[in-house]
């Protein structure tokens, strides 16, 4: 019996350092991703998109152009936009990643691929990947996002003034 006592305590400490390294990798994954120079369109997008991510919404909204229709008349008034419609809530992680970037005079095209990661329990899990693009316009004093077709900026061209 003490053979078998000794063998489940085994499994289960194995299970224990599993789930720790896992912790960690996750843990360590996170923290290396930095702003990028924001002198071309897709450093802004990547910036934007890295600061909603960061909860850092002064500097998300200082990358909207206030040329945009339903443009938001403080940081406030897109922080409270943003907070119901930005992807990572619940069950669910979000990863973004610019796919491609093209630019023609004062206006680019910027196409991103966002992975949704959802969690179903602790033995579940799927996720699903899809691309958006997003516009921008070169604006005094850079690149500045005047639309997208993602999801958290639909608020943006159907709110009224």
Known sequence: MKGVDRFLLAIVAGIIVI?????????SRGGDVTY????TPDGAAFNYLLALQRGDHERAY???S????NYPTSVGAFASA???TYPSRGSRDVALEIDSARTENDQAWVKVRETAYYRNGPFGSSQNTRTFQMT????APGWRITDSDSYWAWQWRTLPK
């Open 19 to 27: 789930a720790v390294a896992a912790v960690v990798v996750v843990v």
């Open 36 to 39: 990028r120079p924001d002198d």
């Open 62 to 64: 200082g990358y909207v």
């Open 66 to 69: 206030p040329s945009i229709k």
């Open 82 to 84: 943003i907070e119901d």
């Open 136 to 139: 921008l316009q070169r604006e």
